[in-house]
C-alpha cells in the first residue's frame, strides 16, 4: 500500500543529501560526512535540552560538543562559534576545505523557562591549498554552500538548505533519526504577523518605528498585524518561515548595528529565507551581500515574506 511504502521509505538528512549530491558528481561525499557531524551534535544538544540542563553548563557543553564533532569530522578547516573569541584553526592533519560558522546554542535566556531554543550554522567552501587563513571566512553570505537550524521545541526541527531549496526535518526519537516531514518549503509571500522586540521602539530609526506603526494602524484599510515575539530567533524564524510575516531586529540609538549577528545568525536565516523565496534586508541591503569585516560583527536585520520586507525597503530608500 502507498501509506506503508510511505511509512518504510525514511528518508532522512543523510539521504536527503546524497540525493542532492547526485547534481555533484565531482563531490566525494565530503559535504554528507560534514553533515553527519553537525546532526550528530544536534541530537546530542536535543537530548541535553529535554534532560533540562541549565543554561551556563548547557551554553559551553553544546559548543564543546560542536568544535569536537566538527574538528573529528575531518572535512572543516576554520571554525567560528558565538562562543570563542577566536576562530579555530583545524590542525592540518585533520583538515578538511569547509568553514563552519555557528551559534551553538541560540536563544540561552529561554533556556531556564523551557522555551524553545535552538543551534544556527552556516557552511562556506575555502580556498584549497593555502594555509587558511581568517579571511576566508570573511566572505559574503551568498558564497554560502549550505545553511540550517535546529529547534529544540516541543519536536526537534532540523532546516537546511543546500542551495537548491529548504526542507525540514523532524527528529524520530525512536529511530534518533530526523525524517523528512516538510519538504520544499515556501515562505507565504504576505503574512499577517510581526516579530520584534518592542521594549527597544523608543530607540528606533524612523523607517523602523513608520514600518511597525503601519503594522499596527495599518493605512490601506487592511488589518492589523498580529505581534509575536518568543525572543529566540530560531523559534521566531522558524515560525516565520512556515506561517509567513516579518522577524526584525533592527538598528537603534544604543546599537546602530542592531545584536545579531553576521556570520552565524544574519547570513544562515537570511540563506533560508532566500531559498524559501523570501527575502532578508539590513536596512542599507540585502543581507548576503554584506561583507564582515570581523568575525562577531553584528548587523540590523528585517527577513521574512517577500512583500514584508519590500515595504520596510520602501521606507528606508525614501529616507535617504
Ligand atoms: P543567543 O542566545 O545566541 O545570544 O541569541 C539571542 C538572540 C536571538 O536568539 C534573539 O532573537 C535575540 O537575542 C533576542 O534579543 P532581545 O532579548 O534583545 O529581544
Ligand atoms: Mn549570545
Ligand atoms: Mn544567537
Ligand atoms: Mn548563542
Same mark, same amino acid.
Given at each position: 500500500h502507498a501509506a506503508d511504502a510511505h511509512r518504510t521509505d525514511l528518508m532522512t538528512i543523510t539521504r536527503h543529501v546524497l540525493n542532492e549530491q547526485? !547534481?555533484?558528481? *565531482?563531490? %566525494?561525499g565530503d559535504f554528507t560526512i560534514l553533515l553527519s557531524h553537525i546532526v550528530l551534535g544536534c541530537k546530542f544538544v536535543c537530548t541535553a535540552v529535554n534532560k533540562g540542563e541549565e543554561q551556563k553548563k548547557l551554553d559551553v557543553l553544546s559548543n564543546e560538543v560542536f568544535i569536537k564533532a566538527l574538528v573529528s569530522s575531518? %572535512?572543516?578547516c576554520i571554525l567560528v562559534s558565538e562562543e570563542d573569541d577566536e576562530a579555530t584553526f583545524v590542525e592540518p592533519s585533520k583538515r578538511g576545505k569547509y568553514c563552519v560558522v555557528f551559534d551553538p546554542l541560540d536563544g540561552s535566556s529561554n533556556i531556564d523557562c523551557a522555551v524553545s531554543i535552538g543551534t544556527i550554522f552556516g557552511i562556506y567552501l575555502i580556498k584549497e591549498g593555502? *594555509?587558511? !587563513? /581568517?579571511e576566508d571566512v570573511?566572505?559574503?553570505? !551568498?558564497?554560502? =554552500?549550505a545553511a540550517g537550524y535546529c529547534m529544540y521545541g516541543s519536536s526537534c526541527q532540523f532546516v537546511l538548505s543546500t542551495g537548491t531549496g529548504v526542507n525540514g526535518f523532524t527528529l524520530d526519537p525512536s529511530l534518533g533519526e530526523f525524517i523528512l516531514t516538510h519538504p520544499d518549503i515556501k515562505i507565504p509571500k504576505k503574512g499577517k504577523i510581526y516579530s520584534v522586540n518592542e521594549g527597544n521602539a523608543k530607540n528606533w530609526d524612523n523607517p523602523t518605528a513608520k514600518y511597525v506603526e503601519r503594522c499596527k494602524?495599518?493605512?490601506?484599510?487592511s488589518p492589523a498585524k498580529s505581534l509575536r515575539y518568543i525572543g529566540s530567533m530560531v523559534a521566531d524564524v522558524h515560525r516565520t518561515l512556515l506561517y509567513g510575516g516579518i522577524f526584525l531586529y533592527p538598528a537603534d540609538k544604543k546599537s546602530p548595528s542592531g545584536? /545579531? %549577528?553576521? =556570520?552565524? *545568525?544574519v547570513f544562515p536565516m537570511s540563506f533560508l529565507m532566500e531559498q524559501a523565496g523570501g527575502q532578508a534586508f539590513t536596512g542599507k541591503q540585502r543581507a548576503l551581500d554584506l561583507v564582515p569585516t570581523q568575525i562577531h560583527e553584528r548587523s540590523p536585520i528585517f527577513l521574512g515574506s517577500y512583500d514584508d520586507v519590500e515595504e520596510i525597503k520602501a521606507l528606508y530608500a525614501a529616507q535617504v
Open positions: 547526485t !547534481k555533484h558528481p *565531482e563531490s %566525494r575531518g %572535512r572543516t593555502a *594555509e587558511p !587563513k /581568517l570573511l566572505q559574503p553570505g !551568498k558564497n554560502m =554552500l494602524f495599518p493605512t490601506d484599510g545584536k /545579531l %549577528r553576521v =556570520l552565524y *545568525e
